[in-house]
């Protein structure tokens, strides 16, 4: 994605490269395991069943659906924290 690459980048100039990867190894874990518990609810799509999360982790926030029965996730964007939606 767009926005990860740019926050790949901007994290290793100012030398946070490690803890951006350890930040992606996170959000890959939170959203395969615990779609559901982790963040925030934000709304409910009843039509679709889906409910739209948002969440951060160190510097990046994801917003992502995710459907009530299959917990497959759909992710909207990525944002780096303090960043205007």
Known sequence: MEEL????DLAKSEG???????W???LDFRLTHEP???GESRE??????????FGTVG???VWYGVHAETRTVYV???RRRGDPS
Request: proline share 0%.
């Open 5 to 8: 690459d740019r926050m790949a």
């Open 16 to 22: 946070k490269k490690d803890d951006f990867l350890r």
């Open 24 to 26: 992606l190894k996170e």
């Open 36 to 38: 559901h518990e982790w």
């Open 44 to 53: 409910m799509l009843e039509t679709r069943q889906l409910e739209i999360r």
């Open 59 to 61: 510097e990046i926030t």
């Open 76 to 78: 909207k964007r990525f």
